[in-house]
């Protein structure tokens, strides 16, 4: 059996198509991962902004019962008021 003759890669051409194929995977990996991040950063933005509209609905609900409680207050004491001024104005004027 003869002996082959075998090539290093460096003598055969071979290490500048599989550096620039390992180059070219680095960099298709690489612009995956940044929109991977990209997207991941867009969706955290996008959560942290429906947190503080819901804050922001909850605190508006919270003031509005609370402004609605103190009008319904308001109110009550000036029909009280109003009824018993006039029925002491009518008993002022019976008499």
């Not at 055969?12 to 070219?24: C, K």
């Not at 009550?76 to 104005?89: A, D, N, P, R, S």
Request: cysteine-free; hydrophobic content about 45%; glycine content about 2%.
């Amino acid at each position: 059996m003869p002996a082959r003759a075998t090539r290093s890669p460096v003598e055969s051409g071979q290490t500048a198509p599989r550096l620039n194929q390992s180059l070219e995977q680095f960099e298709v990996a690489f612009e995956q991962e940044m929109a991977a991040e990209r997207r991941r950063r867009k969706q955290l933005r996008q959560r942290a902004a429906n947190r503080s509209r819901a804050r922001r609905i909850a605190r508006t609900e919270s003031h509005g019962k609370i402004r609605f409680s103190v009008l319904f207050v308001a109110l009550t004491l000036t029909v009280i008021t109003v009824v018993v001024v006039m029925f002491e104005t009518l008993a002022w004027l019976m008499s």
